[in-house]
T-cell receptor, first 115, second 116 residues
Framework: AQKITQTQPGMFVQEKEAVTLDCTYDTSDPSYGLFWYKQPSSGEMIFLIYQGSYDQQNATEGRYSLNFQKARKSANLVISASQLGDSAMYFCAMREGGSNYKLTFGKGTLLTVNP | DAGVTQSPTHLIKTRGQQVTLRCSPKSGHDTVSWYQQALGQGPQFIFQYYEEEERQRGNFPDRFSGHQFPNYSSELNVNALLLGDSALYLC???????????????FGDGTRLSIL
């Protein structure tokens, strides 16, 4: 089974509007962390936001917020006031607890912001 | 404050050859992870090095090996290259003493390896 599922291969949004990128995950570990990364065409993975499984509140970082629904095992990324520079691939990733150090990534969503 | 640096940026090899990719972690980081990203896919974990030892390994054959030096920099070696090894290879660094928490892995720009 896929650990991280991103069901939207591509998304389009108008500049200045908000957009939600979906992510569902699968784990039996009670302790885990969820990350979102942005990858422009240049290739670098840029860390955006983190949500821990025990965090009581949804994470926010500037224009990025994470809609964390633990019971549904979803961690959707919300980008407010989209900018042209937000056009990129977006990856959801999970790190499970214990002595597990790796990040498991989804297949990504390509976001295109239209002027 | 330098981030994660990787070299070379691009590399072209032929089947059967061997390749070495290099990574310098972000200042203050002591752990290096390597990922392979095939075209159109998310990164796949190869292995992680901490205190000069391989701490965790993903589902990659023994042709993939690595090393970490006392200054925390790292090398990824791939032997007997196959066409399927063509990919973007990403290095990520982090602080090894951090247990699960909000310490993200910071990535470099990657090395794009093409096998002919």
């Amino acid at each position: 089974a896929q650990k991280i599922t991103q069901t939207q291969p591509g998304m389009f949004v108008q500049e200045k509007e908000a957009v939600t990128l979906d992510c569902t995950y699968d784990t039996s570990d009670p302790s885990y962390g969820l990350f979102w990364y942005k990858q422009p065409s240049s290739g670098e993975m840029i860390f955006l936001i983190y949500q821990g499984s025990y965090d009581q509140q949804n994470a926010t970082e500037g224009r990025y917020s994470l809609n964390f629904q633990k019971a549904r095992k979803s961690a959707n990324l919300v980008i407010s006031a989209s900018q042209l520079g937000d056009s990129a691939m977006y990856f959801c990733a999970m790190r499970e607890g214990g002595s597990n150090y790796k990040l498991t990534f989804g297949k990504g969503t390509l976001l295109t912001v239209n002027p | 404050d330098a981030g994660v640096t990787q070299s070379p940026t691009h590399l072209i090899k032929t089947r059967g050859q061997q390749v070495t990719l290099r990574c310098s972690p972000k200042s203050g980081h002591d752990t290096v992870s390597w990922y392979q990203q095939a075209l159109g896919q998310g990164p796949q974990f190869i292995f992680q090095y901490y205190e000069e030892e391989e701490r965790q390994r993903g589902n990659f054959p023994d042709r993939f090996s690595g090393h970490q030096f006392p200054n925390y920099s790292s090398e990824l070696n791939v032997n007997a290259l196959l066409l399927g090894d063509s990919a973007l290879y990403l290095c990520a660094s982090s602080r090894g003493t951090s247990r699960l928490g909000n310490q993200p892995q910071h990535f470099g720009d990657g090395t794009r390896l093409s096998i002919l």
